[in-house]
């Protein structure tokens, strides 16, 4: 199956935790479903899909944010789809990309949380929107990160809490609640 069916598919089954999300959700199967080029990051109307990576130690109850150097603020890893890729893969590479982990993989098996967030104009792309799929992925091997300058100021494995106000912003509390339910499960 391509990638934008399968990622159809795979959110039209997704379960949405509340009303917010839930917009998110039918925004981003509205992109696929009807836009010419969803994909594109040079389709700046509405905006394109993306893909994020959670990074986890599940060991320590941990997450891995870095500084982003074009937005100054401190996110989780993701980036854009490139053709022919599927986001999770997506998510993974950029994960990988962004911390120097080589062990990363897909924890909890699915999507994990949607969003559809503004990204301000810069090196002449206008103002426009990142269609969010986001998803966790686990290390083993957390003290392996290496920071990518060209992406990051800074990396730092932060407690879910410290991640929610580094974080500063409602989509990422959602997520977080999630992850850590997620741990909950996995350490029981």
Known sequence: ???RAELLEELRQYRAVDAV???HQRDILDLLS???APFARQAFVPGHIT???FVVDPVSKRLLLHHHRRLDRWLQMGGHVDPGERAREAALREGREESGLSDLEIFGGAVLDLDVHPIP???AEPDHAHYDVRYVARTMRPDSIKIAGAE???LAWVDLDRAVTMMGEEG???VIMKIRKLLDRWLN
Do not use: H, L, V
């Open 152 to 154: 990051s100021k800074d």
């Open 172 to 174: 990422s509390r959602r």
């Open 1 to 3: 199956m391509e990638p």
């Open 121 to 123: 104009a810069a090196n």
């Open 21 to 23: 999300e839930g917009q």
């Open 34 to 36: 009807y836009g010419a």
């Open 51 to 53: 893909a994020s990576c």
